[in-house]
């Protein structure tokens, strides 16, 4: 197992920008909205089996008229105005959601809450390997950006809840604000700057 925190100079323009919160909060709700299955989904009359007959006769009995015992003011009957399947994703524009994410990394860095390792290797993928490692670094909840795929990391992470394991291209400002620290490797720190330089 091989831990070494590093000091590197930050990138100014990406680690000291200005945080916007109402950018960071559109982001998360486009976010979340993004992972909405949208899959809730009911029956009209028109759809709910049965109901074919006219219950009662137009008119003689006394009661309202009624069409299908389907209407929806009856027990088993359709649903009005119900949920339907639908896609509740969003994009927001590329430079808004940039600036939100560049938001997020400065919030992190000024609040000390940023950790660059020379490299983040584990022996072998044991969840007590990845408790001891963030032990070392004096940190609980973390999410660990790597620059490569890296299945024993991955794997080790998996089982604890207050931390997660992305690459370099999954970084989102949701998972920013989730966890509190950031753990980069320098690799993945360099792939950062190259990717959000103006």
């Keep these: 197992m091989e831990v070494h925190v590093i000091q590197p100079d930050l990138n100014a323009e990406i680690f000291g920008a200005k945080t916007r919160p109402h950018l960071l909060?559109?982001?998360v709700v486009m976010?979340?909205?993004?992972?909405?299955?949208?899959?809730?989904?009911?029956k009209s009359k028109g759809f709910v089996r049965g109901g074919g007959k006219k219950p009662w006769r137009q008119k003689g009995t006394g009661r309202a008229r009624a069409g299908s015992i389907r209407s929806p003011?009856?027990?088993g009957g359709g649903t009005t105005f119900g949920p339907q399947p639908r896609d509740y994703s969003y994009r927001m524009p590329r430079t808004a959601?940039?600036?939100?994410?560049?938001?997020a990394l400065s919030l992190k860095s000024r609040d000390g809450k940023i950790v660059v390792v020379d490299k983040f290797q584990l022996d072998e993928p044991k969840t007590k390997?990845?408790?001891k490692a963030l032990a070392e670094l004096k940190v609980?909840?973390?999410l660990i950006v790597i620059a490569q795929p890296d299945t024993k990391i991955e794997r080790s992470a998996r089982n604890l809840p207050k931390v997660k394991v992305l690459r370099v291209e999954g970084l989102n400002v949701y998972d920013l604000?989730?966890?509190e620290h950031l753990i980069l490797t320098d690799v993945a720190l360099k792939m950062i700057e190259e990717r959000l330089a103006a």
């Design 129 to 131: 390997l990845m408790v």
């Design 140 to 142: 609980e909840s973390a």
């Design 97 to 103: 959601r940039r600036e939100a994410l560049l938001s």
């Design 31 to 42: 976010q979340l909205a993004n992972r909405r299955a949208g899959s809730a989904s009911t």
């Design 25 to 27: 909060h559109q982001t």
């Design 73 to 75: 003011i009856f027990v």
């Design 177 to 179: 604000l989730r966890y």
